[in-house]
């Protein structure tokens, strides 16, 4: 009899267990922006961006801001312009909570790497060498697109959640149900490191996956389209990129790799993203 009731008592349990559970995975799927996509999120924007925060602030004490005030001024007005064509977009269809955790900055550094990096928090960093391909500013939109699109699509938290899956997923699903702030669980900022690899001087060196990759391009294009730069430069920017980089390896094209598939797929996303231009003519 005290058998039963034990087998009927962990049989309660274990349902209360798997609705929990259920719950938790409920509650941490997302959807991201433009493309839709379901994604597992585990942790909240405010968490990711406070890590960003702090990774960020370690990388600009020793980074050297560019003297090219002209060209830091380019980068800082097409970042504008890009944010503001994404932020009107978003609110106007009622998906302004895209932007949480999201504080745009775009800033120059002096180094003639070949890279640029986005923090989930939204601060963009492009290196002095990007200028030798991205001259003028559609070229910079470029860049500074597909950055942007890793941040809207909360790649760097789904990332992370991927990786605290992978790792002990048990034991970081119990802390997120009880809702454990970051700076008091030292898991949260192992993770962040993980997934960003955010060095002094550095910069994020981890590749972002093939996936990842191929939604910041799209998601790239369609601001671009949103804030009228040109979109058909694009497949021709990262040929440059990629016959250059033949003779000289660049940081950037290390963590996006830019070989004929992608530059085929980007070119494949051209018609869909033109739909995101305002003004007719510039179809
Ligand atoms: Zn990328």
Redesign the pocket.
Do not use: R, Y
């Given at each position: 009899m005290g058998y039963d009731l034990n087998l009927i008592r962990m049989k309660k349990i274990q349902k209360a267990f798997i609705a929990l559970l259920l719950g938790f995975v409920l509650a941490a799927c997302g959807t991201t922006a433009f493309t839709g996509r379901k994604q597992f999120l585990m942790y909240s924007d405010e968490s990711v961006s406070a890590l960003s925060d702090e990774s960020y602030s370690k990388f600009m004490k020793t980074a050297v801001i560019s003297k090219n005030t002209s060209a830091a001024s380019t980068v800082k007005s097409v970042g504008s312009r890009m944010t503001a064509a994404l932020a009107s977009y978003l609110q106007g269809i009622g998906q302004a909570d895209h932007l949480a955790g999201l504080s745009w900055d775009f800033t120059l550094v002096s180094d003639q790497a070949v890279n640029a990096f986005c923090l989930p928090n939204g601060k963009i960093v492009l290196y002095e060498g990007v200028l030798k391909f991205a001259d003028n500013p559609n070229h910079l939109a470029i860049v500074i697109g597909?950055?942007m699109?890793?941040a809207v699509a909360r790649h760097g938290n789904e990332r992370m959640s991927q990786q605290a899956l992978l790792t002990s997923a048990g034991q970081i699903a119990a802390e997120v149900f009880t809702r454990t702030k970051y700076g008091e669980n030292p898991q949260y900022v192992e993770l962040f490191n993980q997934a960003f690899a955010v060095g002094t001087g550095v910069g994020v060196t981890l590749?972002?996956s093939r996936k990842?990759?191929y939604e910041?391009?799209k998601i790239g294009l369609y601001i671009m389209a949103l804030a009228g730069f040109d979109i058909y430069q694009t497949p021709m920017f990262w040929e440059k990129m990629a016959s250059a980089n033949q003779k000289s390896t660049f940081d950037f094209l290390s963590?996006?790799p830019a070989d004929s598939k992608r530059i085929a797929a980007i070119s494949a996303s051209l018609d869909e993203a033109a739909k995101y231009y305002r003004d007719p003519n510039m179809k």
């Open positions: 597909h950055e699109g890793h590749p972002f990842h990759e910041a391009d963590t996006h």
